[in-house]
T-cell receptor
Framework: ETGVTQTPRHLVMGMTNKKSLKCEQH?????MYWYKQSAKKPLELMFV???????ENNSVPSRFSPECPNSSHLFLHLHTLQPEDSALYLC???????????????FGPGTRLTVL | GEDVEQSLFLSVREGDSSVINCTYT??????LYWYKQEPGAGLQLLTY?????DMKQDQRLTVLLNKKDKHLSLRIADTQTGDSAIYFC????????????????FGRGTQLTVWP
């Protein structure tokens, strides 16, 4: 499945580092999403972008900074993270986040982030 | 918001059928999905059903929807060891009342273990 790709697949960083996660979708979609998946917790929606505009931010700490330069690319910039931010970060895309036609989300493989 | 509940664990013997159940709370849900996650991987879309349907079959997979009881199930026929994974139920619901934007609500996932 190469519709949604994410890099890097694994990342280890210190609390003072700055790093970025990248997501790219090849499905012609207009909506992109960042999710956080932690052990023993439900999947958490972080950000939603629709036609390059941020439409949802679920009270995510400012040490996570998303960027969506175009409908195919989504970044998550990381700065001064905490050990509890260690998780699997999943990117997804869908047609346009409109509910009327059923907006199926397709996921990338995720980036496994470890914060030391 | 929507509450989506799933049992956490299911064990079956190879060749038997598996049934994974899910309940949700929001009657305005439109599409309901099943995703599969293998270790170290992202979420793979398995199948989905529109809320005005009560059954959908796709090869070994059968999805049943009881909209009155807000109950969704996924049946896997002739379960194989390769089906061992975490299965997530997800429900697409309007983000806010009257909104055309949707949000996907996930259950915590059911760990399916298939014994040879």
């Amino acid at each position: 499945e190469t519709g949604v790709t994410q890099t890097p697949r694994h990342l280890v960083m210190g609390m003072t580092n700055k790093k970025s996660l990248k997501c790219e979708q090849h499905l012609g979609h207009n909506a992109m999403y960042w999710y956080k998946q932690s052990a023993k917790k439900p999947l958490e929606l972080m950000f939603v972008y629709n036609f390059k505009e941020q439409t949802e931010n679920n009270s995510v700490p400012s040490r996570f900074s998303p960027e969506c330069p175009n409908s195919s690319h989504l970044f998550l910039h990381l700065h001064t993270l905490q050990p509890e931010d260690s998780a699997l970060y999943l990117c997804a895309s869908s047609q346009d986040n409109q509910i009327r036609v059923g907006d199926t989300q397709y996921f990338g493989p995720g980036t496994r982030l470890t914060v030391l | 918001g929507e509450d989506v509940e799933q049992s956490l664990f299911l064990s079956v013997r190879e060749g038997d059928s598996s049934v994974i159940n899910c309940t949700y709370t929001d009657s305005s849900s439109t599409y309901l999905y099943w995703y599969k996650q293998e270790p170290g991987a992202g979420l793979q879309l398995l199948t989905y059903i529109f809320s005005n349907m009560d059954m959908k079959q796709d090869q070994r997979l059968t999805v049943l929807l009881n909209k009155k009881d807000k109950h969704l199930s996924l049946r896997i026929a002739d379960t194989q060891t390769g089906d061992s994974a975490i299965y997530f139920c997800a429900v697409l619901t309007p983000r806010d009342r009257g909104s055309t934007l949707g949000r996907l609500y996930f259950g915590r996932g059911t760990q399916l273990t298939v014994w040879p």
